[in-house]
């Protein structure tokens, strides 16, 4: 298993997390314990461990597998590295056009893009051919791509098929309300936006994470392919900020969270009315801020 795949790199890092709550001294489960675990083989499992016992980390002699130390910040592989190669092509592309300034109607050449990127040539080309579908950028007869922009207009149809979709999902997730494995997770939402909230001021920037899971629980109440990939597109323009002003980001992410925190305790209370129009001012506020909040090409 080669150490540049981003695979054996999550895992990696999921089996140090495991095993910094085992602590010293614990003994880890089995290879085929571990790769249901992870889902993944088990020639995986057996080149993370080989890693671990190479730095310290554990001591792997046979069967026995023993945690000599608990792992440290350092010895993690960065969230970057762990990417796929789509998703880095996805951020990669995304800070580029978001970023760069680029004027719609500016050419992109897929061999440039592979130069910038440090990406494959086919996984840039996978990506462009993917992304195309969402009419930002599009291929000419003469093979080059061209951008044609996030424009006010753009993100205006955006928002509208998103507005659709999050109350058709919302309306299917309170047609199944109350369960118990629903009220557990909206108990849990609620503790962890009210978490967020406290120490807001210093951790505002993890609130994109946070905001993502929350719309989340409600789409998947549709099971529908087509709104899946929707959101692709919904999860790299509403989620990346490279353009938006940065003065009040803290702000904009409090609002944001006290509005989710309104439309969780509704449901809560088994008020699914006050839930919906509570859903309602968000998608309205997350409208104008977004209107707001970008610069327009």
């Given at each position: 298993m080669s150490r540049t795949?981003?695979v054996y ?6 089996c140090?997390?495991?095993?910094k709550k085992?602590?010293?001294n614990?003994s880890?489960?089995p290879e ?8 993944i083989?088990?020639?995986t499992?057996?080149?993370?461990l080989e890693?671990?016992?190479e730095?310290g ?5 046979g ?8 792992p440290?910040k350092g ?5 970057e590295e762990?990417?796929?190669?789509g998703?880095r092509v996805?951020?990669a ?12 109607g ?5 061999a ?20 195309s579908?969402?009419?930002?950028i599009?291929?000419k ?5 061209v ?8 993100a ?5 098929v ?16 109350p369960?118990p ?8 939402l609620?503790?962890e936006?009210l978490?967020i909230?406290?120490r807001i ?7 994109p994470a ?5 719309h989340?629980v409600?789409?998947g109440?549709?099971s ?5 990939d ?5 999860s790299l ?15 904009r ?5 006290r509005?989710h925190?309104?439309v969780?305790?509704?449901l809560?209370a088994d ?5 919906r129009?509570?859903l309602?001012l968000?998608l309205e506020s997350a409208?104008?801020?977004?209107m ?6």
């Amino acid at each position: 298993m080669s150490r540049t795949n981003s695979v054996y790199k999550d895992t990696y890092n999921s089996c140090l997390d495991f095993i910094k709550k085992l602590g010293a001294n614990a003994s880890l489960p089995p290879e085929t314990v571990l790769a249901k675990k992870w889902d993944i083989s088990r020639t995986t499992v057996r080149s993370v461990l080989e890693h671990l016992d190479e730095v310290g980390i554990i001591s792997w002699q046979g069967r026995q597998k023993t945690v000599l130390r608990r792992p440290r910040k350092g010895d993690y592989f960065s969230a970057e590295e762990t990417k796929s190669a789509g998703k880095r092509v996805e951020t990669a592309f995304m800070e580029y056009v978001l970023g760069g300034d680029l004027a719609p109607g500016t050419i992109l050449r897929e061999a440039e893009l592979v130069r910038e990127f440090g990406i494959s040539t086919s996984s840039v080309r996978e990506f462009l051919i993917r992304f195309s579908r969402f009419g930002l950028i599009e291929k000419k007869p003469n093979r080059h791509w061209v951008l044609n922009g996030f424009t006010r207009d753009f993100a205006a149809e955006l928002f509208d098929v998103r507005e659709m979709f999050e109350l058709r999902a919302f309306r299917a997730y309170c047609g199944g309300w109350p369960s118990p494995t629903e009220k557990q997770t909206m108990t849990t939402l609620e503790q962890e936006h009210l978490d967020i909230l406290a120490r807001i001021n210093d951790d505002y920037l993890e609130f994109p994470a946070l905001d993502e899971k929350f719309h989340r629980v409600f789409r998947g109440a549709l099971s529908n392919r087509f709104v899946d990939d929707f959101y692709e597109l919904i999860s790299l323009i509403f989620h990346f900020h490279y353009r938006w002003k940065k003065t009040d980001e803290r702000e904009r992410n409090e609002v944001a969270a006290r509005e989710h925190l309104a439309v969780i305790q509704a449901l809560l209370a088994d008020d699914t009315n006050a839930a919906r129009a509570a859903l309602e001012l968000h998608l309205e506020s997350a409208r104008r801020t977004l209107m707001n909040s970008v610069t327009w090409d």
